[in-house]
T-cell receptor, first 117, second 113 residues
Framework: AQTVTQSQPEMSVQEAETVTLSCTYD???????LFWYKQPPSRQMILVIR??????QNATENRFSVNFQKAAKSFSLKISDSQLGDAAMYFC??????????????FGKGTKLSVIP | DTGVSQDPRHKITKRGQNVTFRCDPI?????LYWYRQTLGQGPEFLTY????????KSRLLSDRFSAERPKGSFSTLEIQRTEQGDSAMYLC???????????FGDGTRLSIL
């Protein structure tokens, strides 16, 4: 079974600064998907960014980018120019390639990000 | 696109009672997922539907839990004989394909007295 570990329960960042959230995972599969989800307080979980394991290029979505290190099974999220609206719980998640037998997302425990004005 | 809708938002019940939650996915999303999230944890997968077929169930889904998706539209999750440990946020998500993002609802928070 796959596991996802987020070793930083809480992080804080000054507004306009850059912060990196860590995630490691364990799998024996060679093809899979990795995701970062954001869950603001009392609000819906939304997808921030995703990475296909077969792609060597790191995914980027505006101020959000990832550092995907497949051999190290590491998938960190970098948030640049942090904004107050970035304050939320951030979850790293893993999903097997289609046809591997499971459809579920496996989530880490999350990192609570605070943005300091 | 009105988003994934879950009802009720909050359910308070006594231990031993039965509860049922409803999820309305984004229209034309044929894939629907249920997750459970307890305080301080990430969501844990419960079950998955593709159209009306329930294709995967987690070991977390004990005999007291049952989920349905008649006609491949909305879905219900029922918990029978609720226990203290069932207190959690129950999240529903839907997607239009395996490689498409899962869109989550606001969740139903269950509190067991």
């Amino acid at each position: 079974a796959q596991t996802v570990t987020q070793s930083q329960p809480e992080m804080s960042v000054q507004e306009a600064e850059t912060v990196t959230l860590s995630c490691t995972y364990d799998t024996s599969e060679s093809d899979y998907y990795l995701f970062w989800y954001k869950q603001p307080p009392s609000r819906q979980m939304i997808l921030v960014i995703r990475q296909e394991a077969y792609k060597q290029q790191n995914a980027t979505e505006n101020r959000f980018s990832v550092n995907f290190q497949k051999a190290a099974k590491s998938f960190s999220l970098k948030i640049s120019d942090s904004q107050l609206g970035d304050a939320a719980m951030y979850f790293c998640a893993y999903r097997s390639q289609e046809g591997a037998g499971s459809y579920q997302l496996t989530f880490g425990k999350g990192t609570k990000l605070s943005v300091i004005p | 696109d009105t988003g994934v809708s879950q009802d009720p938002r909050h359910k308070i019940t006594k231990r031993g009672q039965n509860v049922t939650f409803r999820c309305d996915p984004i229209s034309e999303h044929n894939r629907l997922y249920w997750y459970r999230q307890t305080l301080g944890q990430g969501p844990e997968f419960l079950t998955y539907f593709q159209n009306e077929a329930q294709l995967e169930k987690s070991r977390l889904l004990s005999d007291r839990f049952s989920a349905e998706r008649p006609k491949g539209s909305f879905s219900t999750l029922e918990i029978q004989r609720t226990e203290q440990g069932d207190s959690a946020m129950y999240l529903c998500a839907s997607s239009s394909g395996y490689n498409q993002p899962q869109h989550f609802g606001d969740g139903t928070r269950l509190s067991i007295l």
